[in-house]
């Protein structure tokens, strides 16, 4: 009978090397130990205040853990006290809430709020090593900071609409500013003319002549290219010369006559043009 060979009471499977009961394998030692925090017992490994600064430390187990003074659990979290779990309230730690983590401005400024604060964390087996899970704070604290968080992006959508409202009050004023030189310039251009012309060189992004630097100077070559531009497309057959496949050269040799006397019509003074059809007249 092989099986009586064998001893009676085995042994079974060795457990891991000493993971903790319930907490995970134990927070590993700080430099100046964290008051409270130490090994635990039976935990066997290090306490998991490394990282974290000295100080109060909640864990989330990773095992069914019961307060060592109330005996509630099992416990989502826990402060380890002379090596024994206690529940937040034992700990006077019940008036805290949870903040987990993921918002930094938030957690932040929730500290900031909080007369007391904790970081919470949780063993993470794979890594084999504890993280930051988020951190208790004072509920009123976390409400201030909540408020400040929302008035900053309040602050940022304000700004954001002063900032368009300010550019297109700026692209206004500079098509503006284009349709004047445009009548200064070609006084015999219909002022209606002039205003679409310069709205249309001066959309913003649009990479049009109204938006390159000469045409922010308002040079007067800009301003010519851009109405000159302008009397190509709509004076004349340019565009459908193109669309029938005319090539653009030999379509812009077509319109040359027709946009240089338009050009000139528009250039030429009022009084002047009134004075030469009264004599032509
Ligand atoms: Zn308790």
């Given at each position: 009978m092989a099986s009586a060979a064998l001893p009676i009471p085995e042994p079974g499977p060795v457990p891991a090397p000493a993971p903790a009961p319930g907490i995970g394998p134990a927070p590993a030692p700080v430099p100046g130990p964290a008051p409270g925090i130490g090994s635990a017992v039976g935990t066997g490994g290090p306490g998991p205040a490394v990282g974290f600064g000295a100080g109060l430390l909640v864990?989330?187990?990773?095992?069914?853990?019961?307060?060592?003074?109330?005996r509630r659990g099992p416990l989502s979290m826990l402060v380890l006290e002379d090596a024994a779990p206690r529940c937040l309230d034992c700990a006077d730690l019940g008036h805290l809430v949870y903040l987990p983590r993921g918002d930094t401005a938030l957690t932040r400024r929730s500290r900031e709020e909080s007369g007391l604060s904790v970081v919470v964390v949780r063993f993470?087996?794979?890594?084999?090593?504890?993280?930051?899970?988020?951190?208790?704070?004072?509920?009123?604290?976390?409400?201030?900071?909540?408020?400040?968080?929302?008035?900053?992006?309040?602050?940022?959508?304000?700004?954001?609409?002063?900032?368009?409202?300010?550019?297109?009050?700026?692209?206004?004023?500079?098509?503006?500013?284009?349709?004047?030189?445009?009548?200064?310039?070609?006084?015999?251009?219909?002022?209606?003319?002039?205003?679409?012309?310069?709205?249309h060189a001066s959309l913003r992004g649009s990479g049009r002549v109204g938006r390159s630097a000469a045409g922010r100077a308002l040079s007067e070559a800009a301003v010519v290219f851009a109405v000159r531009a302008s009397v190509r497309h709509v004076d004349t057959p340019y565009d459908r010369l193109l669309m029938s496949g005319v090539p653009r050269y030999e379509a812009r040799r077509l319109i040359a006559a027709d946009v240089e006397t338009l050009i000139r019509t528009w250039g030429e003074d009022r009084d002047a043009r009134t004075a030469r059809d009264g004599t032509a007249a």
């Open positions: 864990v989330q187990p990773l095992r069914r853990k019961h307060c060592a003074g109330c993470n087996r794979r890594k084999g090593r504890y993280e930051r899970e988020g951190v208790l704070v004072e509920e009123a604290a976390l409400a201030r900071a909540e408020e400040r968080c929302l008035a900053d992006a309040e602050a940022r959508r304000r700004r954001r609409a002063r900032d368009a409202r300010l550019r297109s009050a700026q692209d206004a004023h500079f098509a503006e500013l284009f349709a004047a030189e445009i009548l200064r310039l070609f006084p015999g251009c219909p002022a209606d003319r002039a205003r679409g012309i310069a709205a």
